[in-house]
């Protein structure tokens, strides 16, 4: 069964500093691999997915992730991170077939200091 | 554009009293609907999908049951809430081909059982 770990529960970064959350996955045959953000309250918002081909994926405000298969991660990244950008970020992977089921890390929450 | 709807937002609920959650989704025909639960400082569980009217399966055994009597409606169930049923309930969809996984999620519903 696949699985997703991430690693840091909690992180703090300032204003304008980069960001690197990073993902580990599981799964037996090609991944495909997603990133969530979730604000307090709020549902789960998608930033990026990863199916195949370029390595190297772009999602919304600003974020990046990079699929390395031979370190099995998936890793989120923002060269400038903003206050608002604080919230907590979900890798997770899909499992193949007609149901698409997606398998959650346990999150880590982003705190932003000014 | 699809929406997916989900309510109520809050609830709170005595241990033993019965539980209903709707969740709808607009602009969108066939969609793979699920069930997710998460706990205070935890992940995202999967309780139950469904690819079709009718057609649930339960990931999670528990204290709570899906139907699917429309094809854009998916409501969670229970007969008598445990304490441990308390969580923020997200529904979400899914295009439901093969190959499609991403999954678009819901506001949420913040249950308390008291």
């Known amino acids: 069964a696949q699985s997703v770990t991430q690693p840091d529960i909690h992180i703090t970064v300032s204003e304008g500093a980069s960001l690197e959350l990073r993902c580990n996955y599981s799964y037996g045959a090609t991944p495909y691999l997603f990133w969530y953000v979730q604000s307090p309250g709020q549902g789960l918002q998608l930033l990026l997915k990863y199916f195949s081909g370029d390595t190297l994926v772009q999602g919304i405000k600003g974020f990046e992730a990079e699929f390395k298969r031979s370190q099995s991660s998936f890793n989120l990244r923002k060269p400038s991170v903003h206050w608002s950008d604080a919230a907590e970020y979900f890798c997770a992977v899909a499992s193949a077939g007609t149901a698409s089921k997606l398998t959650f890390g346990t999150g880590t929450r982003l705190q932003v200091t000014l | 554009s699809q929406t997916i709807h989900q309510w109520p937002a809050t609830l709170v609920q005595p241990v033993g009293s019965p539980l209903s959650l709707e969740c709808t989704v607009e602009?969108?025909?066939?969609?793979?609907l699920y069930w997710y639960r998460q706990a205070a400082g935890r992940g995202l569980q999967l309780l139950f999908y469904?690819?079709?009217?009718?057609?649930i399966s339960s990931e999670v055994p528990q204290n709570l049951s899906a139907s699917r009597p429309q094809d854009r409606q998916f409501i969670l169930s229970s007969k008598k809430l445990l304490l441990s049923d308390s969580g923020f309930y997200l529904c979400a969809w899914s295009v439901g081909l093969a190959g499609n996984y991403e999954q678009y999620f819901g506001p949420g519903t913040r249950l308390t059982v008291t």
């Open positions: 602009g969108t025909s066939n969609p793979n």
């Open positions: 469904s690819v079709g009217i009718g057609q």
